[in-house]
């Protein structure tokens, strides 16, 4: 089962993308883009303009200056709902589950941009048996699920939208180890249904062992971009991170 086409076709591009609040410069001139079927890493510390990215591509954020485009239409300007109902997700950082509603309830709602009844519930089907947990808990409130499960809510939430891109912002965040490799293994199986993503992450081990391609962000400006192979061997991991002599190998296991 593959969600969409294979790989290739120009999806979303980012073009000198600034975004100022008051006297900070919180992105400085940020280009990037993503061809349908990658998974394109965007990794840095707090503070380096990864959800500031975000941020502005969902509508959130309004840039002072640039560009962004999403199969040839531009993004700027639209409110959110508008950018999601163009097939674009966002599973944002925290995961924002409502935790007093039912686990199926929490789906549901991914779906509320969707007027096709029995369209909504073939994926609900599909996304319960991708995640067997949620369909487990189906009926039992999301305040109960682990902090894993809840991203797997998440995620399901987002894909019910049936989006031709996922956002992924910082997943890992907050999840212990043994979780943080079981949200990466359940990328990598959206990865082989040919799910379009950005994975937004400080995890820079994990993120570039799953990506295609990825930018390093430091202080609000690409610092390098390149394949994950290229990235491992060439960006400079120690300045982006910390800023000091020693702390290369600390990078790579994305300190919080």
């Not at 502005?56 to 409110?79: K, Y």
């Not at 610092?223 to 600390?250: P, S, V």
Request: net charge positive; proline share 5%; aromatic share 6%.
């Amino acid at each position: 089962m593959r969600l969409i086409p294979p790989r290739g076709r120009f999806m979303l591009r980012v073009d000198d993308l600034h975004v100022r609040f008051g006297a900070i410069a919180a992105l400085r001139g940020v280009s990037l883009h993503i061809n349908q079927g990658e998974i394109v890493g965007l990794i840095g510390v707090n503070g380096a303009g990864k959800s500031t990215t975000i941020g502005s591509i969902i509508g959130i954020v309004r840039p002072s200056q640039g560009s962004i485009s999403f199969e040839n239409g531009s993004l700027l300007g639209l409110a959110p709902e508008a950018i999601i109902r163009r097939g674009i997700a966002p599973v944002m950082e925290g995961r924002r589950i409502f935790p007093a509603l039912t686990v199926g309830e929490n789906l549901r709602l991914g779906a509320a941009i969707r007027r096709d009844p029995a369209g909504i519930q073939e994926d609900l089907d599909r996304w319960c048996a991708f995640f067997p947990i949620l369909g487990e808990r189906y009926h039992q409130s999301a305040g109960n699920l682990s902090g894993g499960q809840q991203q797997m809510l998440a995620i399901g939430r987002a894909l019910m939208s049936r989006p031709r891109l996922l956002l992924l912002d910082e997943p890992s965040l907050g999840l212990a180890p043994k979780l943080v490799a079981e949200v990466f293994a359940l990328i990598g199986q959206l990865r082989e249904l040919g799910m379009t993503m950005l994975l937004v992450e400080q995890n820079v081990r994990m993120t570039l062992n799953m990506v295609d391609r990825a930018y390093l962000l430091n202080t609000g400006a690409v610092e390098f971009t390149g394949t994950a192979a290229e990235m491992r061997q060439h960006a400079d991991f120690e300045r982006a991170y910390l800023g000091g002599a020693g702390a290369a190998a600390a990078a790579t296991d994305a300190p919080r």
